[in-house]
Nanobody, 121 residues
């Protein structure tokens, strides 16, 4: 069973930056980032597939996804954070690529417990 562990979440002021990490216990396939704010649905943030990156349109200018394949670790660098970015951020993985994965969280087999990002104004 693949285990995903997120880290790096914190409370920051608006304009700050954070780097989230997601460490997989073993090769997990295709790993992506999602987030969920209180009272809102799960939202796709960024996807990484064989070097190709995809972002939520509203976040592409301030978020960067990357992956260290050797260590099975996925990263999400977030710049110029805004209060509306406050969410629990989750790492998800699936053995096979998920087409339009950011809009299909139900298709992912493995999920981490999440790491909280809180941005104050």
């Amino acid at each position: 069973q693949v285990r995903l562990v997120e880290s790096g979440g914190d409370s920051v002021r608006a304009g700050g930056s954070l780097r989230l990490s997601c460490s997989a216990s073993e090769f997990a396939g295709y790993m992506d980032w999602f987030r969920q704010a209180p009272g809102k649905e799960l939202e796709g943030v960024a996807s990484y597939s064989r070097g190709t990156t995809t972002y939520s349109e509203a976040l592409r200018d301030r978020f960067t996804i990357s992956k260290d394949r050797a260590s099975n670790t996925l990263y999400l660098e977030m710049f110029n954070l805004k209060p509306e970015n406050t969410s629990m951020y989750y790492c998800a993985a699936n053995p096979c690529p998920v087409q339009s994965g950011l809009s299909r969280p139900d298709a992912y087999k493995y999920w981490g417990q999440g790491t909280q990002v809180t941005v104050s104004s």
